[in-house]
């Protein structure tokens, strides 16, 4: 099994929206493919509470194999989001390990 894990910090303000939008926008977007995508077995996604110097927004994922994480990386359903992510991100930290 893979685990994919991705942080973002995200911009104060981006696409007409202040951060906590973005943050629910793009928690809803990635979220939607849960069960769309062959190989993703688990997607989350958590926003942060505290502030500070933590990061905004975290995606957990699980995927089958380490294959299946280039065919969601690739899957148009996933590319069609990253605009809109990249728009509103001003840094981003990712990890991907087998288990």
Known sequence: MIKHIVM???KE???GNDKATNAKLIKE????LNGKIDGLLKLEV???FLGGGNFDVVLYSELSKKEDLDIYQN???HQ???PF???AVIDRKAVDFEV
């Not at 977007?29 to 939607?32: F, Q």
């Open 85 to 87: 992510i990249r728009e």
């Open 46 to 48: 958590g926003i942060d």
């Open 80 to 82: 069609a989001l990253l």
């Open 13 to 15: 303000e981006s696409q």
């Open 29 to 32: 977007k990635l979220e939607a």
């Open 8 to 10: 973002w910090k995200l």
């Open 75 to 77: 899957h148009p359903l």
